[in-house]
Every structure is written in C-alpha cells, then in structure tokens.
C-alpha cells in the first residue's frame, strides 16, 4: 500500500470525525486552547486505535462485526445529536452542560466515528499490511482535519449562535444515517 493511498483513506475516515468537530465548535464548545486540542487529540487517537484493534481481531470476527458496526455509530451520533437539537431549542440562556469535548459524550463521538477505521484495519489484516504507519496516519491526519474544522465551525458559531447548535445536531445525526443507509444498501 502507497503512502498516496494510505492518505487518501485517512482523509476519507477523517471526515465524519471533521464535521462532528466542525459542529461542536459552531455550537459554541471547543472555545479555549485546551478544549480544541481535547476533541481533535481524541478523535486523531481514535481513529488511530481503531484500525490497531481491527487489525488484531483479524480476519475470523469480520463477519460478525459487520452485522451491526453500522448500528453502533447511528446510535451513538443519533443521540449526542438529538441532545444537542433539544438544547438548541432551549430558549433559556443556560449553557449546554454536555460539553462534547469531555467525558463520556467525547469518548461516544469518538468511537462512533472511527468504527470505520476500525472494519479499514480488518481489511488491513486481510491484505497482510503492517499497521502501524497506516494508524499513525489516520491519526495525524484526523487530528488535524478535526482542529482546522473546529477554527471554522468557532467562526460559524459567533456568526449564527444557537442556530448552529440545531444544525450541529442535525449534522450528527445525518452523519448516523449516512453510515447505516451506506451499510445497509
């Protein structure tokens, strides 16, 4: 495998990881230094973890894992992004109290979004690739795409405020879908 593919295919599982950062930021999180690199770092580990474990699973659990990936990464992004519309809606001026880019709500983001990368480390296993070069890639380039999309959607955030908080859920929730509609047909 050509370090060209390996980037191509990084770039492809860094986007669902870009857009939920992207989302986060316009809604008004990832505001400080820290926060911003909390959410890319753990979706740049993620995406980097993922194809490890695909890769160790191996060839024998392929079949049982496809079966319901696709499920997993609906559920997990339908809900953060149902949480997030409701919270939109609020017309109180209370903040948000989940914060996406902490605790449990960032490590479900994270996972639901590298699921991906990890059936990419299956098919990884299965073409008998080393793994490590192409998971550090995935990573680099997922924690970068993931910071760049937070400095735009922070700009989208001021200029649209708890607007973009709706549509950040509704972006999660499309991003859901097109994983399972993408499985399922």
Same mark, same amino acid.
């Given at each position: 495998?050509?370090?060209?593919e390996i980037i @191509?295919?990084?770039?492809g599982?860094?986007? =669902?990881?870009?857009?939920v %950062?992207?989302?986060a930021?316009?809604?008004?999180?990832a505001? =400080?230094?820290?926060?911003?690199?909390?959410?890319? #770092?753990?979706f740049?580990?993620?995406?980097?973890?993922? *194809?490890?474990?695909?890769? /160790?699973?191996?060839?024998?659990?392929?079949?049982h894992?496809?079966?319901?990936?696709?499920?997993?990464?609906f559920?997990?992004?339908?809900? $953060?992004?149902?949480?997030?519309?409701?919270?939109g809606? =609020?017309? %109180? &001026?209370?903040?948000?109290?989940? =914060? *996406?880019?902490?605790?449990?709500?960032?490590?479900?983001?994270?996972?639901a979004? %590298?699921?991906?990368?990890?059936?990419v480390? /299956?098919?990884?296993?299965?073409?008998d690739?080393?793994i490590?070069?192409?998971? $550090?890639?995935?990573?680099?380039?997922?924690?970068?795409? &993931? #910071?760049?999309?937070?400095?735009?959607?922070?700009?989208?955030?001021?200029?649209?405020?708890?607007?973009?908080?709706?549509?950040?859920?509704?972006?999660?929730?499309?991003?859901?879908s097109?994983?399972?509609? &993408?499985? /399922? @047909?």
């Amino acid at each position: 495998m050509t370090t060209f593919e390996i980037i @191509i295919i990084a770039v492809g599982l860094a986007m =669902d990881a870009s857009a939920v %950062s992207l989302a986060a930021a316009a809604a008004g999180f990832a505001k =400080d230094a820290r926060a911003k690199f909390r959410l890319s #770092f753990h979706f740049g580990l993620f995406q980097f973890l993922m *194809p490890v474990l695909g890769w /160790l699973l191996g060839i024998s659990f392929v079949s049982h894992f496809k079966a319901f990936d696709h499920w997993i990464a609906f559920f997990l992004l339908a809900f $953060v992004g149902i949480r997030m519309i409701r919270e939109g809606m =609020d017309k %109180s &001026s209370a903040i948000q109290k989940k =914060d *996406p880019s902490k605790g449990m709500t960032m490590v479900m983001l994270s996972v639901a979004t %590298s699921i991906d990368a990890l059936a990419v480390g /299956l098919s990884l296993a299965m073409l008998d690739v080393n793994i490590w070069y192409p998971s $550090v890639m995935i990573g680099v380039i997922t924690a970068g795409m &993931s #910071f760049a999309a937070i400095r735009i959607g922070a700009k989208l955030g001021r200029m649209f405020g708890k607007r973009m908080e709706i549509l950040g859920g509704l972006i999660l929730i499309l991003i859901g879908s097109r994983i399972l509609f &993408s499985h /399922l @047909i």
